[in-house]
């Protein structure tokens, strides 16, 4: 037996109806409790004492550079005659 589907079923109506109002009572639900409330931001004020730290002399370093040496004299050997 063949079955009729020229059918005037309201429930495919009825779904659609529903539908509609679940999605606007979501809608209506973010906008209530996630999308329309301004950000809050939290404050926070430390006080701590102040430190003062030591004033560290530097230590005395050797001298990195070392003193100039003058290359020594270049005065010819006179010339010693050997007769």
Do not use: C, H
């Amino acid at each position: 037996m063949a079955e009729s589907n020229s059918g005037g079923s309201a429930t495919p109506w009825l779904a659609f109806l529903v539908g509609i109002v679940v999605v606007a009572l979501l809608v209506v639900g973010f906008y209530a409790f996630g999308g329309a409330q301004p950000q809050r931001t939290a404050e926070l004020n430390i006080n701590t004492p102040q430190i003062e730290t030591p004033k560290v002399n530097p230590p005395d370093l050797p001298d990195v550079n070392p003193p100039a040496v003058q290359p020594p004299a270049s005065n010819p050997a006179p010339a010693s005659s050997g007769q």
